[in-house]
């Protein structure tokens, strides 16, 4: 992941365009981009998706993530790890087994 997040760093900086990637901004590109992947679905079932669109949507959601994560110096799989051990106190095995509800009303 290390790699990924150098090439996008690198990416952003050959262009000077950190001056625009503030954390405010990554946040609202991100919600933009996964409104256009959501669009990809749209009126259509999972299977009747563009996979090729998915793979960009995705791609570019997975991007701002990143340059979000790393504008305040976040270790991804530090953070990521840390909110599935929420999750596991929240959603215990025994009452969300196979059940959408959110935590609340188990």
Known sequence: MDQVIQKL???RDDRDWQQFHNPKDLAAALSIEASELLEVFLWKT???ADVDRVKEELADV???ALLL???Y???IQ???LDKIRKNEQKYPVGKAKGSAKKYTEL
């Open 69 to 71: 994560s790393d504008s």
């Open 78 to 80: 530090e953070i990521i």
């Open 9 to 11: 760093r690198q990416f």
């Open 46 to 48: 999972p299977e009747e």
């Open 62 to 64: 997975l991007a701002y």
């Open 73 to 75: 110096g976040f270790d």
